[in-house]
Protein backbone atom coordinates (compact mmCIF):
# COMPACT_ATOMS: atom_id res chain seq x y z
CA UNK A 1 0.00 0.00 0.00
CA UNK A 2 1.36 3.16 -1.07
CA UNK A 3 2.36 5.96 1.69
CA UNK A 4 0.19 9.02 1.88
CA UNK A 5 2.67 11.80 1.54
CA UNK A 6 4.03 13.99 4.35
CA UNK A 7 3.08 17.49 2.41
CA UNK A 8 5.07 20.83 4.56
CA UNK A 9 4.37 24.25 3.45
CA UNK A 10 7.71 26.79 2.78
CA UNK A 11 6.65 30.69 3.02
CA UNK A 12 9.62 32.77 2.10
CA UNK A 13 9.66 36.53 2.10
CA UNK A 14 12.28 39.28 1.84
CA UNK A 15 14.02 41.80 -0.80
CA UNK A 16 13.70 40.30 -4.12
CA UNK A 17 17.25 38.77 -5.58
CA UNK A 18 18.89 36.33 -8.13
CA UNK A 19 19.34 32.71 -7.04
CA UNK A 20 16.18 32.62 -4.25
CA UNK A 21 14.01 29.75 -6.15
CA UNK A 22 17.38 27.96 -6.96
CA UNK A 23 18.85 28.15 -3.82
CA UNK A 24 15.90 26.56 -2.34
CA UNK A 25 15.07 23.89 -4.90
CA UNK A 26 18.71 22.76 -4.78
CA UNK A 27 18.48 22.06 -1.21
CA UNK A 28 15.51 20.11 -1.05
CA UNK A 29 16.70 18.24 -3.74
CA UNK A 30 20.27 17.60 -2.10
CA UNK A 31 17.64 16.63 1.41
CA UNK A 32 15.60 14.07 -1.09
CA UNK A 33 12.67 16.68 -0.86
CA UNK A 34 10.08 16.37 -3.46
CA UNK A 35 9.19 20.05 -4.24
CA UNK A 36 5.04 19.16 -5.21
CA UNK A 37 4.01 22.93 -5.83
CA UNK A 38 5.09 26.62 -5.82
CA UNK A 39 3.38 29.66 -6.25
CA UNK A 40 5.58 33.08 -6.20
CA UNK A 41 4.97 36.87 -6.80
CA UNK A 42 7.19 40.19 -7.13
CA UNK A 43 5.52 42.88 -5.06
CA UNK A 44 7.41 46.18 -6.26
CA UNK A 45 10.97 44.49 -5.12
CA UNK A 46 9.18 42.14 -2.42
CA UNK A 47 9.14 38.68 -3.11
CA UNK A 48 6.68 36.18 -1.76
CA UNK A 49 6.57 32.52 -2.19
CA UNK A 50 4.68 29.36 -0.44
CA UNK A 51 6.31 26.40 -1.75
CA UNK A 52 4.37 22.95 -1.04
CA UNK A 53 7.07 20.16 -0.49
CA UNK A 54 6.56 16.35 0.34
CA UNK A 55 8.96 15.03 2.49
CA UNK A 56 8.35 11.49 3.21
CA UNK A 57 11.76 10.58 1.42
CA UNK A 58 14.12 13.20 3.03
CA UNK A 59 17.22 12.34 4.69
CA UNK A 60 16.66 14.41 7.05
CA UNK A 61 14.19 15.18 9.94
CA UNK A 62 11.66 18.26 10.36
CA UNK A 63 14.00 19.85 12.92
CA UNK A 64 17.40 19.34 10.23
CA UNK A 65 15.03 20.94 7.56
CA UNK A 66 14.31 23.78 9.76
CA UNK A 67 17.95 24.43 10.04
CA UNK A 68 18.86 24.63 6.69
CA UNK A 69 15.88 27.04 5.54
CA UNK A 70 17.13 28.98 8.50
CA UNK A 71 20.34 28.91 6.96
CA UNK A 72 19.31 29.54 3.81
CA UNK A 73 17.05 32.87 5.17
CA UNK A 74 20.29 34.09 6.95
CA UNK A 75 22.63 33.93 4.34
CA UNK A 76 20.56 35.62 1.55
CA UNK A 77 18.20 37.69 3.87
CA UNK A 78 15.09 36.30 3.82
CA UNK A 79 12.02 35.14 6.50
CA UNK A 80 11.13 31.54 6.16
CA UNK A 81 8.81 29.05 7.78
CA UNK A 82 8.32 25.58 7.64
CA UNK A 83 4.96 24.28 8.50
CA UNK A 84 3.20 20.90 8.48
CA UNK A 85 0.46 21.89 5.72
CA UNK A 86 -2.39 21.01 8.54
CA UNK A 87 -1.08 23.61 10.15
CA UNK A 88 -0.73 26.09 7.31
CA UNK A 89 -4.41 25.35 6.62
CA UNK A 90 -5.61 26.07 9.70
CA UNK A 91 -3.63 29.24 10.35
CA UNK A 92 -4.67 30.73 6.99
CA UNK A 93 -8.58 29.84 6.87
CA UNK A 94 -10.39 32.78 6.18
Same mark, same amino acid.
Given at each position: MKKQPQVCIITVTGQDKVGII $? *??? +? $??? %?? @?? @??IDVNQNIMEEYFVM +? &? $??? /? %?????? /? %?? /? *???? !?? /??? !??GLAITFQ !?? @????? &?HRI
Open positions: $A *RLA +T $AMA %EA @NI @NI +T &M $AVD /I %EHSKLD /I %EQ /I *RGVL !DS /IGQ !DM !DQ @NIFKV &M
